[in-house]
Structure formats: C-alpha cells, structure tokens
C-alpha cells in the first residue's frame, strides 16, 4: 500500500497538486530521511541504432580529461560522468535465434533476458531494471516510475526479422509478457505529475484552464501565499525559482500544442497530435519533466528512450537528411560514419542539457540533483553496421548520493564479456533495493 503524500509537501487546488522541492523552513514538516539527506534517483536514457565508436571512446582509461567527439558537449559536467567500456549483452545476440539485433538491443537493455521470438501475443522477455527498483521502493514515492519517450511506436506486429514491435518499442517491462508503454505527450506528463484528486475534479481543472487560458499555477496561488509568509528569505527565493520554472515547461506546452495544431503547408497531410514538431524542443520538454518529477519527490525511477531502436529518423536541422537506421549501416563509408557521428553527438547535446538542468537544482546538505541522480545512458548496440553487443557505448552520471566516484573512464576487458547487468546490481545496491542476481548478471559490478 502506497504512502500517502502529506499536505504539506505540495499546493493544493482544485484537481492540482504541485509538490514541492525540499526547502529548509519545511524540513521538519518534510520527512526526517528527506531532510537529513536527498534521496537518491535512477534513471535510463536509452539511444538507438549503436554509435560510432571511434568517436565515443576515450584514448585510455584513468581519469577524465578533455571529453572530445561525440562525448565533447558533456566536458562541463566531466566530474559528474563515467565513460564505462566493455559492458556486454549476451542476451541481445542471436544466440541461435538469427536476425533481430535492434529488437534485441532494445528489450535485453533493462532485462538482461534473451526475448522469445515472435511477433505475436505471446512476448516474453523479463522484468526490467527500473521496475525491480520501483518494486522495492516505489511506495515511497506519488508514483513507483515514470516512463518517458519521443516515439511512440507500436506494441504489436513484426518490426524486426520476426520479433514484435513490442520488443523494439519498449524500453521499460513490468513483467516478462507486459511492457510499460511510454508518453510521448509532455502535456499528458505534465498532467499526470501536478493533476490531483477525483478523475471529475482533474477534468473541471483542465477545462477551466483551457477555457481562460490559466496557468495550473493559478490554482494553487492562496496555498502559495500562505505558505510563502512561513519561509526563509532563502526558501522564497528557491519557491519562486521552483515555480517560474514550473510556468516555464507549461507555457512551453501550451506554445508546442498551439505550434502542431496549425494545418502543415502540405496538402493532405494529417496535423500531429499535440507533440512538439521539433524533435530537440520536444527532448528538452521531456528532459525538463524529468527533472521535475525528480526535484519534487513524485518518483525516484525514470526510463527515457529517445527513440525505438531501428529508429530511420532523419536529422536534417544538422544536414542529415538520411534516416538514422539506414545510415548505421555505413559499411565504414566515411562520409555515413561522419554522419552517425553528428546525429550521436545531437543526442550527447541533449544528455548535456539534462545534466545542466539538475545541476542547477539545489538540494539538502548543499548537494545538486545531479549529485544524488544515477543516470545510465547508452545503447543496446555497440556499432550499429557491425550489430555487435559488446563493448556498448555506456555512460553513468551523477553521484548517486556520493556513493560513486565520478570523471573517469573505466575498460572492463572485452574478452570477459561483462554483463550489463552486473552495472545494475551496483546500482541496485546504492538504491536499497538488492539483489543478488538480474538477468545474466555474474557479480556486482565494481564502480
């Protein structure tokens, strides 16, 4: 059974609830353990199709100097990140079961558990890393997990070789047969996370705000002020930060709805269904929800995929017109290797904003988010021509709480063929949930 959320951690209206980051004048009001330190969070942000490695991987272990490459656009937050080599999924390989590596890639990132082969109803794969986290500590929290995503795709039918779209679609499973659909819409998202009370009181919230065009701000505004005259000078600079930044994702909602509502220039073409047409501001929105979720309590555990894997989405805003998926096999053309680099660098831009983001989140005990978050980003694929499995393109960031070292660049050998999985435990471990074994784990994986 769920904890209840207190009153105090959150401003209340009609069909809205928006909590609170920790503040010092509420810290006895606030729970003890929220008090005495920040909580630790986990997320997964996952990218498809591999990477090109000669432009990921530093030139020799050790310590984190000049990040250049595709990894370049994270040098500021260096302290804060581990390049980890070697990293293997065996479960994404074939292992008798022929073609199929992206839906492989995909459903093996967060399971470790080769996926049955079929594009049926009868998937099955295994639970996933998140929601083993979210299964132990997820009453803690407003909601056990969050799932975010920039494509939406389908949850039946043959994507891959044979494999169900199910299996490339998804990054996050609630159990081997059952995986948790992601939201692409960050106005869903940003309803889901400040939407409170009955499902009636929720809908007259929207209608009215939609009717006046209101902020959901505007709501709460008498619980703010109440609550502004008990704070520090401090804490009212912090709330009003808070809650600038809060108006600040709506209005870049509202703005993305009203952009995608006008009828393209093209003639019969269907107007997208409310999401950012930009794929960067539509990231950055999800980035920025994100960071909400996690500065306000309301969940300790998200998976981010940025795209399916075997995504062929162009990138023409940075001159590649060609799709991603078909690119990846380059066939080590250097003109399509270049390519592959600069839509992998894109997506470290985007990794980048988000660590600035919780950055500049301040916490207790003059820590940041980012110094309490463990962010795993990387791939189910190595290189995407090759469709190997080992040595992945992965990436911890954060401290965890000042549980892990940061800012170095760690090779487990290649020929050990170290699980994936084995980084989980780790992870495991630091968030008080455990485990003895996951997937094809072989041991705790030493960070």
Same mark, same amino acid.
């Given at each position: 059974?769920k904890k209840p /959320?207190?009153?105090?951690?959150a ?8 909590a609170? $980051? ?21 997320a997964?942000?996952?990218v ?10 530093p030139s020799?272990?050790?310590q ?7 990894l ?24 008798g !079961? ?8 995909m459903s093996t990132f ?16 295994? /639970?996933s ?17 969050l799932?975010?995503?920039?494509e939406?795709?389908q ?10 779209c199910a ?5 996050s499973?609630r159990g ?7 939201e ?8 889901r ?10 809908a ?20 703010a002020?109440r ?9 009212r600079?912090k709330? !009003? ?19 995608a509502?006008?009828? $393209?220039?093209?003639p ?34 998200v998976?981010?995929? /940025? ?25 080590? !053309?250097p003109?399509k ?8 660098t894109f ?5 980048a904003?988000?660590?600035g ?10 820590t940041?988010?980012?110094?309490n ?6 791939? *189910? ?8 499995h ?7 960031c954060?401290k ?5 070292t ?12 170290? $699980? ?7 992870l495991f471990?630091?968030?008080g949930?455990?485990?003895?074994s996951? *997937? ?8």
């Amino acid at each position: 059974m769920k904890k209840p /959320i207190s009153r105090r951690a959150a401003l209340r209206g009609l069909g809205t609830a928006v909590a609170l $980051p920790f503040l010092e004048s509420l810290a006895p009001a606030q729970t003890a353990a929220r008090a005495a330190a920040a909580p630790k969070r986990l997320a997964f942000v996952y990218v498809p199709n591999g990477v090109n490695m000669a432009h990921w991987t530093p030139s020799q272990p050790g310590q984190l100097d000049t990040l250049t490459g595709i990894l370049a656009p994270l040098d500021p937050f260096k302290s804060h990140v581990n390049v980890i080599g070697g990293m293997t999924l065996d479960k994404g390989r074939a292992n008798g !079961d022929g073609p199929g590596d992206h839906a492989r890639a995909m459903s093996t990132f967060l399971t470790g558990r080769q996926p049955r082969k079929t594009h049926g109803a009868d998937i099955r794969v295994g /639970i996933s890393a998140d929601q083993h986290v979210a299964n132990v500590i997820g009453d803690q929290t407003r909601f056990p997990s969050l799932e975010l995503g920039i494509e939406r795709g389908q949850q039946a039918g043959n994507c891959d070789s044979g494999y169900s779209c199910a299996y490339s679609s998804n990054l996050s499973w609630r159990g081997e047969s059952t995986p948790n659909a992601k939201e692409t819409d960050p106005k869903a998202v940003f309803e889901r996370l400040f939407g409170s009370g009955s499902s009636g009181e929720r809908a007259a919230s929207r209608a009215r705000r939609d009717a006046d065009a209101a902020s959901i701000l505007d709501f709460v505004q008498d619980d703010a002020r109440r609550l502004n005259n008990t704070l520090g000078q401090g804490d009212r600079r912090k709330l !009003d930060e808070y809650l600038s930044s809060v108006r600040e994702v709506e209005q870049r909602i509202e703005r993305a709805r009203a952009t995608a509502s006008t009828p $393209p220039p093209r003639p019969n073409m269907p107007a997208p269904t409310g999401t950012p047409g930009d794929v960067k501001d539509h990231i950055r929105l999800m980035c920025d929800l994100l960071v909400l979720s996690f500065q306000t309590d309301t969940t300790r555990v998200v998976t981010f995929p /940025i795209a399916n894997d075997g995504s062929n989405r162009p990138y023409r805003f940075i001159d590649v017109p060609e799709g991603h998926h078909d690119l990846s096999h380059h066939g080590s !053309d250097p003109a399509k290797l270049a390519k592959i680099a600069k839509i992998n660098t894109f997506h470290t831009e985007q990794l980048a904003y988000l660590l600035g983001r919780m950055q500049a989140v301040r916490e207790a005990n003059n820590t940041t988010l980012l110094d309490n978050v463990m962010l795993v980003y990387g791939s *189910g694929l190595g290189d995407g021509n090759r469709h190997n499995h080992d040595d992945l393109p992965i990436l911890l960031c954060g401290k965890g709480g000042g549980t892990i070292t940061a800012g170095r660049h760690l090779m487990f050998p290649k020929r050990a063929d170290t $699980p994936l999985m084995n980084l989980y435990l780790a992870l495991f471990q630091r968030m008080g949930a455990p485990a003895a074994s996951f *997937g094809d784990s072989t041991g705790v994986l030493s960070i």
